[in-house]
């Protein structure tokens, strides 16, 4: 598995994690942290990933909830909620990587950690939002 992979899926814990407790999210990932530290060849890109979405939340479930007809984000499992914020994060701050890369980590992770929907449920809402922003980088006016 690659390193990328493994900040991915323990990034994928830490939100899940966060989204699941009573404290603020910036505590409940401390204390994730505190008890589950990334391995230190995946910490960089664990740490960017958890910070990312923390920091760009609101636009980043705005983009996945103009996108998921007939969901609302609150009622997504917190698994495909989590997996497609880190995929739309990387979207929008990681241009170093490429969306289909993105997609297909997000649908194999979700294979991996979420229902026998999550992976066909994930790729449909990512690739609207790849398309989104693929749309707005041609026409930056549109």
Known sequence: MSRRRRAREHALKALFSADASRLPPREALDLFVSHHPPDPGVADFFHRLVDGVCENRERIDSLIQKHSKNWKLSRMSGVDRNIMRIAVYEYLFC????????????????????SDESGAFINGILDAVAAELSSMQEDPEG
């Open 95 to 114: 241009p170093d990587i490429p969306s289909r890369v993105t997609i297909n980590e997000a649908v194999e992770i979700g294979k991996r950690y979420g």
